[in-house]
């Protein structure tokens, strides 16, 4: 995530009215309509911070505590280019007087061993994506010497002509150093490493615009010629170990069609690429935004930006059926971001909003088969010098309380989300009438036993009713103001099919006969 592009909010765009006896919505469900299956596995990312830093940052075991807490799959680990040190092994090229590399993990470990601690066992996407900026066209690759400095500008310099091929070497020996125990560097000094199983590797992170690659058609194509060669440097580095990882290419930063689709139509096209080189996912990103941050009636324009985006997503999901079917989507990057948030505060009703536009995101994104859904980011922060944390980083994508390493809204909805859908669920007709202040999908859920669930989303800055016709009523959990920086609370609804919604709540009903998963 560089500084971010985003979409403006169009005039015509609706608004939701805020007063409460205007926003009764009306739910009817047909349980023996089934109108998709679920292909949506939710989960979130992780990028290298100082708050994650445990030389520094007293919290950075609880964070990694709550990441752990959250059980999540193919969970997006991202060390990248605003802290160099943090970010790339080898900074500096190889000393041919000396014969001696500054290949370096002193600031890479701790993070990483956090990261890998805390997901045990479980998938994970890697995506070491800063590369190195001395195997480019540049005289000028310094960087901070304090890990915890950000660097907005580290990437300079477009390829050379050894570029690609410094860049599969580099590649491979980070993976050897991962996943096999450690590597020889250029002068055969071995350095000590992980038997880390590497399931999915991403390359790079939001390439148009980095290292001289446009956003046309110049642009992917030497995007495509790195990732070809990058795949064949870990594939080569590996051996047979290469066979069980899954790559994931693009990583898009969001313009807006036709840029980000002519980028994907071209890469998704196996005739573009080297013969024999995978291609297994393709991802993107996108975050809501708006300049009022605080003011909670703006926070109701997500809703319609990510409506935008979903169209967008359905023109990916049609060029990949085309051109390369076998390749899974994944949206590995989607959040709220809020202009002046980064030094001032942010009022507490954001968060819930920014939650209620993720699970908004997930019912959207199950409906019409994208495979992934991740939430950033796990922790962003104000400065906090006192921490050693000089510079703001996005703090208003945290998940996580910046002075405690506690979930948020949006750490809980993501929680509530895992704990309750997953792939394989059953969407059914599921019919809005009245007000449009609510979203409702029902799902059937479970391949045993199908429980009966509806996501609720309040899409505005008010209290919203629901009227939920012919139910016996049932269990309800909840994320919303109330809640804070807390668990979803329980509740209850009866046969009247009455449910009250605090501005921007996202509620899961369970109807009658189980009680939710805990």
């Known amino acids: 995530k560089r500084m971010l592009l985003f979409i403006s909010v169009l005039q015509c765009l609706p608004h939701w009215s805020t007063a409460s006896n205007q926003n009764l919505t009306h739910v009817s469900i047909d349980w023996n309509n089934v109108t998709a299956v679920s292909k949506t596995l939710t989960t979130l990312q992780v990028v290298t911070n100082p708050l994650l830093n445990p030389k520094t940052s007293p919290i950075a075991d609880q964070c990694f505590k709550s990441l752990a807490e959250l059980e999540a799959d193919l969970v997006r680990f991202v060390p990248w280019d605003p802290y160099p040190k943090v970010a790339v092994a080898e900074l500096d090229p190889p000393n041919e007087t000396t014969k001696t590399t500054s290949w370096d993990f002193t600031n890479i470990r701790p993070q990483f061993e956090g990261f890998i601690n805390a997901t045990g066992n479980r998938t994970a996407i890697l995506n070491f994506c800063s590369q190195p900026t001395w195997m480019y066209n540049t005289t000028n690759w310094s960087y ?14 477009p390829k050379r002509n050894d570029t690609d091929n410094l860049l599969a070497k580099y590649y491979g020996r980070l993976l050897q150093w991962i996943s096999q125990g450690g590597f020889k560097d250029e002068w055969g000094k071995f350095h000590e490493g992980y038997h880390y199983p ?127 079917p076998g390749v899974k989507l994944n949206s590995d990057e989607t959040g709220t971001i809020v202009e002046g948030s980064a030094t001032e505060p942010i009022t507490p009703i954001y968060w819930v909003a920014s939650a209620g536009y993720f699970a908004y995101f997930f019912a959207r994104a199950s409906a019409i088969g994208l495979e992934v859904l991740g939430q950033s980011q796990l922790v962003g922060t104000p400065p906090i010098p006192k921490w050693d944390i000089p510079d703001a980083n996005y703090p208003s994508v945290s998940m996580l309380n910046w002075t405690t390493g506690v979930g948020n809204a949006r750490y809980f909805v993501l929680k509530m989300l895992l704990a309750n859908f997953a792939p394989g669920d059953k969407l059914v007709d599921t019919v809005m009438t009245g007000s449009n202040a609510t979203f409702a999908q029902a799902y059937m859920s479970g391949s045993k036993t199908e429980t009966k ?66």
Request: aromatic share 12%; with cysteine; proline share 6%.
């Open 144 to 157: 901070p010497q304090d890990p915890n400095s950000i660097m907005w500008g580290y990437s300079r310099g």
């Open 198 to 324: 590497v399931a999915m590797w991403e390359v790079f992170n939001e390439p148009q615009g980095t290292h001289g690659l446009s956003w046309g058609s110049s642009g992917v194509e030497g995007y495509t010629k790195s990732y070809d060669a990058v795949t064949a440097g870990i594939t080569e580095a590996l051996g047979k170990d290469a066979r069980s990882i899954e790559f994931v290419g693009l990583a898009l930063l969001h313009e807006g069609n036709p840029v980000e689709l002519d980028w994907i139509s071209y890469f998704l096209d196996p005739k573009n690429h080297e013969p024999g080189t995978p291609i297994d996912w393709i991802s993107f990103h996108f975050y809501a935004h708006t300049d009022s941050h605080m003011d909670p009636n703006a926070y109701e324009s997500f809703f319609p930006q990510c409506d935008g985006y979903i169209a967008e997503i359905q023109t990916y999901i049609a060029a990949r059926n085309k051109l390369n």
């Open 453 to 518: 669930l509806i996501l609720f989303v309040n899409r505005v800055n008010g209290v919203a009713t629901v009227q939920l016709q012919d139910t016996p009523g049932g269990d309800l959990e909840i994320v919303d103001l109330e809640t804070g920086d807390g668990p979803s609370r329980r509740s209850t609804f009866g046969p009247d099919g009455v449910i009250k919604l605090n501005p921007f709540a996202v509620a899961i009903a369970k109807v009658k006969s189980s009680s939710f998963t805990v």
